[in-house]
């Protein structure tokens, strides 16, 4: 397994597991006490560890979110919480998270340490919303909160490396996702408006982005050996499977 195929089989687990503590109903009934919309607390427990920004730089960041729906979810938390208040609120719930269910998972320690390795030797160059997340205390060291803030790191570092692979194919984010398998139903769901071009044209021209996000995602997995990057992609896999049964 390549660091190229290591990253790429990883992000599919990545999205899985980071969305099963998203979709958690204890996260989401605990999100609620802040007292911002479903989609305010998206935007602002992702963004908010970049600090107290505009929200062109949050657009900016994030990439795949409509403008205007980005603007609505960070003035919509500025009228009651400070966004780095949310995205610290948001951290202590991932621990909180990772310690109930990753703490205890088998190897739970080597999950960790080899996630740590490829988190730590990441280049945040142009990546500023994966580098203000590193950046940010982790308030729990025990393993599976620990864990829990790796995978989450690893899938930032993901979607950041895909907004700079869509730009250099010369795709703005809604093209890349109207070409994606969710296609209209996707744009709708990060608050574009239509009308929305063609996807005919596009398609390939995604699949080109997809190669380059997986080189630029591999460079990070090329701290591990090949055992251990099949190690990885092993221990996520079998973590999925504990959590979705």
Request: hydrophobic share 55%.
């Given at each position: 397994m390549t660091p190229e195929q290591a990253a790429a089989k990883a992000r599919p687990g990545l999205a899985k597991l980071i969305g099963a503590f998203a979709e958690s109903p204890r996260t989401l009934r605990r999100?609620?006490?802040?007292g911002l919309s479903g989609w305010a607390y998206h935007v602002s427990a992702r963004a908010g560890a970049l600090g107290d920004v505009r929200p062109e730089t949050v657009t900016a960041a994030i990439g795949f979110i409509a403008p205007e729906?980005?603007?609505?979810g960070w003035e919509a938390t500025a009228k009651t919480s400070e966004p780095m208040e949310v995205a610290t609120w948001h951290l202590h719930e991932l621990c909180r998270w990772g310690a109930e269910e990753l703490g205890e998972f088998p190897r739970v320690a080597r999950?960790?340490?080899?996630?740590?390795r490829v988190v730590s030797a990441v280049d945040a160059a142009g990546?500023?919303?994966f580098a203000a997340w590193r950046a940010m205390p982790v308030p729990d060291s025990t393993p599976g909160a620990l864990a829990?803030?790796?995978?989450?790191?690893?899938?930032?570092?993901?979607?950041?490396?895909q907004v700079v692979a869509i730009r250099a194919s010369g795709l703005t984010?809604?093209?890349?996702?109207?070409?994606?398998p969710e296609g209209e139903t996707g744009a709708v769901a990060f608050g574009w408006q239509p009308p929305y071009p063609p996807a005919g044209p596009i398609v390939r021209r995604l699949m080109w982005a997809e190669s380059v996000a997986d080189a630029l995602a591999g460079q990070a997995y090329g701290s591990l050996n090949r055992e251990e990057r099949v190690e990885l992609n092993g221990l996520m896999e079998s973590l999925v499977s504990s959590l979705t049964r």
């Open positions: 999100a609620r006490l802040l729906a980005v603007t609505d999950l960790l340490e080899l996630s740590r990546l500023p919303l829990a803030v790796q995978l989450h790191l690893l899938h930032e570092h993901r979607m950041g490396i984010p809604l093209e890349a996702i109207i070409a994606g």
